[in-house]
């Protein structure tokens, strides 16, 4: 009986927390629409869930250009705007939030570098035997370069303190 009941809950525990995910998610859309409306700019908002968080997108309706001030120089804007969303779904739920945010195809961009970038260091560190120690990185960025090196086969750690914290692919 115990076992029927667990079964028959892990459906309905997936169906809350997407539930909560997708609330998360129009919590930062609402949001980021009156952000958009205050500084006038024009954008669409994309919500969508990625594996166990909400994502968020801004995209451009014309032009990106206007919503490259929302990114920054090196997204550093961009990382601001997600931990003021994160607080604003946080401020709704009382629920920690680990929402990501895109603006104008910026995370998806530095996504597929980072993960080409993972994908030679494994290759890197399998040929020399050696371990290939990377620049410094946000956690985002650490955590794409992680998931590239484990598809490639190997494994990788991290080492230092923020904000000089890098990847470090063993052989």
């Given at each position: 009986?115990?076992?029927?009941?667990?079964?028959?809950?892990?459906?309905?525990?997936?169906?809350?927390?997407?539930?909560?995910?997708?609330?998360?998610?129009?919590?930062?859309?609402?949001y980021?629409?009156?952000?958009?409306?205050?500084?006038?700019?024009d954008?669409?908002?994309?919500?969508?869930?990625?594996?166990?968080?909400?994502?968020?997108?801004?995209?451009?309706?014309?032009?990106?250009r206007?919503?490259?001030?929302?990114?920054?120089?090196?997204?550093?804007?961009?990382?601001?705007?997600?931990?003021l969303?994160?607080?604003?779904?946080?401020?709704?739920?009382?629920e920690?939030?680990?929402?990501?945010?895109?603006?104008?195809?910026?995370?998806?961009?530095?996504?597929?570098?980072?993960?080409?970038?993972?994908?030679?260091?494994?290759?890197?560190?399998?040929?020399?035997?050696?371990?290939?120690?990377?620049?410094?990185?946000?956690?985002?960025?650490?955590?794409?370069?992680?998931?590239a090196?484990?598809?490639?086969?190997?494994?990788?750690?991290?080492?230092?303190?923020?904000?000089?914290?890098?990847?470090?692919?063993?052989?």
């Open positions: 009986m115990t076992e029927t009941t667990s079964a028959a809950a892990a459906p309905a525990e997936v169906t809350d927390a997407l539930t909560r995910l997708e609330q998360e998610g129009e919590i930062a859309a609402d980021l629409e009156g952000l958009l409306d205050i500084a006038d700019l954008g669409d908002i994309d919500m969508d869930v990625e594996g166990d968080r909400a994502a968020v997108s801004i995209i451009a309706d014309g032009s990106a206007d919503l490259q001030k929302l990114v920054g120089r090196d997204g550093e804007v961009l990382e601001a705007l997600q931990e969303t994160r607080l604003a779904v946080h401020r709704e739920t009382g920690r939030s680990r929402l990501m945010l895109d603006i104008a195809g910026h995370r998806a961009h530095k996504r597929e570098k980072l993960t080409a970038l993972g994908t030679e260091a494994a290759r890197e560190a399998k040929e020399t035997g050696e371990p290939v120690k990377l620049k410094p990185m946000t956690p985002f960025e650490r955590k794409v370069v992680h998931d090196v484990a598809a490639a086969g190997l494994r990788s750690e991290s080492e230092g303190e923020e904000p000089q914290r890098r990847v470090v692919v063993l052989p």
